[in-house]
């Protein structure tokens, strides 16, 4: 048995501890918010928090997250349902379209700004890098991101002639 | 595109057309009343009523829209949502015929039904007391071949859902809609239909002072005949369409809670790793599997002819067990293939056809005369590699084959044909598969084809219980349906004043788009496009804008090279092209305004446009490109697009940028190789994606230039993109590109 914590909440598991901890997630504790995308820490897909810091989980073992503590994307809302301050500007900014890799996108844009409330867009550039998005939304998440951090934005303007 | 058109009653093509379908009725099903239209004997009403409206005192109106008892409207919605905002964009067009109150419309996906693939809906709506000849009016006649071509395989691609779902039957259906629920308040409230009037889901009547939710009238609207050509609005009257509305998938998409087809969850379910043959058409030996059965979890270890799979407690467990099996392949043609190879059969095919050989596609006037007179000549040849979809989500799907039925759930762009190759594959009748979708990880076409629904029913079959199987990135990167690669050459002439005169293409393949290598929106005396077929060994698919993602290569550098050729730049050298054809001209005008055309850029800088019209919509790209580096850095794009008219500015916007990234990743990086028969590349790091920190800022323009003729909004973004850039490079450079991806080539 491997003892977690996983969104604020003790769990255990009965798995291979060389098992990678987005499988445990999503079979194991059946948690799917966090996505399978390639499986060799290239897209960022299955990112979530070990102990505030962001980590590949399909390629991070879960025997790693013993003692420490795991978010995922479904614990990162206030307990009274309440979005995240990226969520939130995550839909205002209307950034996702297929969505698959919004998850991992949500959690590397929360632990930069957990770490650096005021990021530049260089800073955004290497926290985000990690992250593909095939939709390539990747403005819409650079504006998000700021939006949440209270940075005063530039719009695109879109004219209709 | 779609191979298995499965309707039944699908009237032929010429000669007459026996309507076996009749309209309106309302039936009682089980406790809730629900009230629908009815188009084909033995009423379906009933059978949709429990899939469409599972609630007490749910009112169908039609095949696409419900009210419930708290004047809740529904949008049924026959198309899957895969990130291009078709849920919100179809229900807005639903919901403004209709007078519904928006922040009151809620939206449903059409179950994977035959009800849904029946382009006799679409007649009905339009035209239900005529035969076929007669339908064949002009003002109908696109429309219905749009729709039955959309509908009649239940299929999201070509970038069909709004102008022809969308523009054809959603538009339509909400104007029926509003009309019987107008006549039914007639009716009661003795006064004519033309005194009442209707907005955010409420009828009223000015004259009485009496007003009343849609649902009062929803049971009565029922009885009422459906009309046949219900009135549509004019775009002064849109209150809905046209604006900027929120997606209504989003929500889900932020905090986890949307369920993809990787995410179906079925009590009991195991889970699948799979690997085929890696070259197309080979058969597995034999095998060696003793390693991967003594490892935990694993369950059952399958040689099922052209892929092995090994089904196991977990995911990981079974990839793990897999990755230790050593499989031994039948020899295939194309074993000995590599790319060089390939690019060298089509060649060989290019210069058999030579001047005049291939089939002709279109030919206008005279191009042998017009050549040989021409003052300048240009020739060019430029190719384009396979590309694989890489969608996010891995290809998946998890099927249960038990007690002669079979569910299957995935995210499919066409819900019909994955049920029927669920069908297909676990050997039972059509009636006995449910197909459950889910949001698709991404789309592209990929999720038209549906090997995957085939290998896990195939593969729940061999087990009887219910199976998840996932693809590796590996395998989904190698054994995709791939966009061919494929090789173009050109002649043109120019006149002595660097007029355009001539115009000469010969390419490889063809496949749909079938106009993706016509120019006729450029004024050339004389052009001759022929197309010559080659063996491309990989499986082909349709990819993001399909043949257009190439030919807007292809033709768009051409054109450059003829401007270039006339001592013209080329945003001068198109509008000269384009002279008489002011609606492309205004987009063209706009881009290159917007751009800054003609102004001064930094060192090493360069401005790229190009032009494609395509899926009827029609847009212009100028890029703006730093070559100061190693390699190019697209700084931004300025973008005017013509749909004829935008439904929601915000989501066309969206598509804009994302067929933008889509392509620019391919221009840059995109290229599948064969070695012995077999695709080399395997995962994100040697197939690259664009990443945040390459992505060019987009400023979008929208016009809005003919509200009755509407375009794609998904794929038109794309074929622009790549000689944008390309032609962007060669302004600041000088160096031409004529193969693609960009890595190929060295700027230092």
């Known amino acids: 048995m491997i003892k977690l914590n996983v969104n604020g909440q003790s769990r255990e598991v009965d798995v291979d501890p060389a098992t990678p901890i987005l499988w445990v997630v999503r079979e194991n504790l059946e948690m799917p918010g966090t996505k399978f995308g390639c499986g060799i820490a290239q897209c960022g897909a299955c990112t979530v928090h070990l102990d505030g810091k962001p980590i590949r989980s399909c390629s991070t073992p879960v025997s790693a997250a013993e003692g420490k503590s795991i978010t995922t994307i479904e614990g990162i809302a206030s307990e009274d349902g309440t979005l995240h301050k990226v969520q939130q500007a995550w839909i205002e900014a209307q950034v996702p379209q297929c969505g698959y890799c919004q998850s991992g996108q949500i959690m590397s844009a929360t632990a930069l700004l957990l770490k650096n409330p005021q990021p530049t867009d260089a800073q955004i550039d ?31 303007q879109e004219t209709v002639a | 595109m779609s191979k298995n058109n ?10 007459k057309w026996t309507r076996r379908a009749f309209i309106g009725a309302g039936v009682v099903a089980g406790s ?70 928006w922040n009151k419309v809620r939206i449903l996906e059409a179950p994977a039904d035959m009800q849904y693939v029946s382009d006799s809906i679409a007649r009905d709506f339009l035209a239900p007391d005529l035969d076929v000849p007669a339908i ?33 039957a959603m ?100 889970y699948a790793a799979v690997r085929a043959a890696p070259v197309v058409g080979a058969t597995i030996e034999s095998m060696d599997a003793s390693a991967a059965k003594t490892m935990p979890g694993v369950l059952q270890i399958l040689n099922m002819g052209d892929f092995v799979a090994v089904v196991a407690d977990g995911y990981w467990q079974a990839q793990q067990a897999l990755n230790s099996i050593d499989a031994k392949y039948s020899k295939s043609e194309g074993d000995s293939l590599d790319q060089d190879a390939l690019f060298a059969r089509y060649a060989t095919h290019l210069d058999e056809a030579g001047d005049d050989g291939g089939d002709m596609e279109t030919e206008t006037g005279d191009v042998a005369k017009g050549f040989a007179s021409a003052a300048i000549k240009v020739e060019a040849e430029y190719k384009v590699p396979f590309l694989a979809h890489a969608t996010m989500e891995p290809m998946n799907c998890t099927a249960w084959v038990r007690d002669g039925k079979c569910d299957v759930w995935s995210g499919h762009q066409a819900p019909v044909n994955a049920r029927q190759a669920a069908a297909d594959a676990a050997g039972l009748p059509f009636e006995d598969v449910t197909y459950h979708n889910a949001y698709l990880g991404g789309g592209f076409g990929r999720r038209s084809e549906s090997d995957n629904i085939t290998m896990a029913t195939r593969i729940a079959k061999a087990t009887g219980y219910p199976v998840k199987m996932i693809w590796s990135r590996e395998e989904d990167t190698a054994q995709d349906h791939y966009r061919p690669s494929a090789t173009s050459r050109f002649r043109g002439g120019l006149d002595k004043d660097g007029k355009a005169v001539s115009w000469d293409n010969i390419h490889t393949h063809l496949f749909d788009p079938k106009d993706a290598p016509t120019v006729p929106y450029y004024n050339i005396a004389s052009h001759k496009i022929r197309k010559v077929d080659v063996p491309t060994q990989l499986r082909f698919g349709p990819w993001r804008s399909v043949d257009h993602s190439q030919h807007g290569f292809f033709i768009e550098s051409f054109v450059d090279e003829m401007a270039d050729a006339a001592g013209k730049d080329g945003y001068t050298f198109r509008r000269e092209l384009l002279a008489g054809s002011p609606r492309h001209l205004k987009v063209l005008d706009t881009a290159a305004k917007m751009s800054g055309w003609g102004s001064a850029l930094p060192e090493k800088h360069g401005r790229g446009i190009a032009f494609v019209p395509s899926f009827g919509s029609i847009v212009a790209q100028v890029a703006e490109v730093d070559m100061s580096g190693a390699k190019p850095k697209v700084k931004k794009v300025y973008v005017a697009a013509d749909p004829g008219f935008v439904i929601n500015p915000d989501g066309f916007t969206a598509q804009m940028e994302s067929a933008i990234a889509y392509g620019l990743t391919a221009a840059l990086y995109g290229e599948i190789t064969l070695k012995d028969g077999k695709v080399q590349q395997s995962n994100f790091h040697d197939y690259p994606m664009l990443r945040i920190n390459e992505m060019p800022e987009v400023e979008v323009a929208l016009i809005n230039g003919d509200h009755k003729h509407l375009g794609g909004g998904g794929e038109p973004g794309l074929p622009p993109i790549a000689p944008a850039v390309t032609n962007a490079i060669f302004a600041a450079t000088g160096k031409r590109i004529r193969e693609l991806p960009l890595s190929k080539h060295s700027f230092a």
């Open chain 2, 6 to 15: 499965t309707a039944t009653d699908k009237p032929g093509k010429t000669g």
């Open chain 2, 136 to 168: 064949f009016e002009p003002t109908v006649t696109g429309g219905i071949l749009e729709l039955a071509q959309a509908m009649g395989l239940q299929f999201t691609g070509g970038s069909y859902s709004v102008r022809a779902t969308g523009q054809r």
């Open chain 1, 126 to 156: 290497a926290a985000m890098a990690g992250n593909v998005c095939r939709c390539g939304m990747y403005n819409r998440i650079r504006t998000a991101i700021k939006a949440a951090a209270g940075i005063e934005l530039t719009t695109v």
């Open chain 2, 32 to 101: 809730a009343l629900v009230v629908g239209v009815a188009v084909r004997q033995g009423n379906p009403i009933d059978r949709l009523s429990p899939l469409l409206a599972k609630g007490e005192n749910e009112r169908l109106l039609n095949a696409w829209v419900k009210v419930d008892a708290d004047n809740i409207v529904t949008a049924v919605i026959p198309h899957v949502e895969m990130g291009q905002g078709v849920y919100t964009a179809l229900a807005q067009m639903l919901a403004d015929e209709m007078d519904a109150d």
């Open chain 2, 171 to 270: 538009r339509t259906a909400g104007a029926a809609a509003r009309e019987m629920l107008v006549a039914a308040a007639a009716s009661e409230w003795q006064v004519p239909a033309g005194e009442i009037t209707t907005a955010n889901s409420m009828i009223l009547h000015a004259g009485s002072g009496k007003s009343e939710p849609f649902s009062k009238f929803a049971l009565a609207a029922a009885e009422q005949s459906l009309p046949a050509k219900p009135t549509l609005k004019s775009p002064e009257n849109y209150t809905i369409m046209g604006q900027p509305k929120a997606r209504h998938d989003i929500p889900a998409k932020v905090d986890g809670s949307a369920v993809f087809g990787i995410d179906a969850q079925v009590p009991g379910m195991k």
